[in-house]
């Protein structure tokens, strides 16, 4: 079993900066791929950005290139994401994932609230 815990979240105006983080205990990956998703209010569940937690590959979905970085430490059992120049837009749950591929997420977070205010 793996459990996934995010923190961080919180309120910032436009133009500011968080970083998320998310811990992971249970079982260990050593393949597959971890990310982050986020829900706005109403709307539907919205991949953010992944990365594999055996290599260095990532992406990002194209609303946060530039702006948000995700990083990882193995050694920590962590996730991170960075999220800077933030818009209102970007106000929304985030979701810490994990699974075999980003079209497959197996497990979640129990989310963590971000609010950007204009």
Request: hydrophobic share 35%; charged share 15%; proline share 2%.
């Amino acid at each position: 079993q793996v459990q996934l815990v995010e923190s961080g979240g919180g309120l910032v105006q436009a133009g500011g900066s968080l970083r998320l983080s998310c811990a992971v205990s249970g079982r260990t990956f050593s393949s597959g791929v971890m990310g982050w998703v986020r829900q706005a209010l109403g709307k539907e569940r919205q991949f953010v950005t992944s990365t594999t937690w055996g290599g260095f590959n990532t992406d990002y979905a194209d609303s946060v290139k530039g702006r948000f970085t995700i990083s990882r430490d193995n050694a920590k059992k962590t996730m991170y994401l960075q999220m800077n120049s933030l818009k209102p837009e970007d106000t929304a749950v985030y979701y810490c994932a994990a699974g075999p591929n980003v079209h497959n997420w197996a497990y979640w977070g129990q989310g963590t609230q971000v609010t950007v205010s204009s």
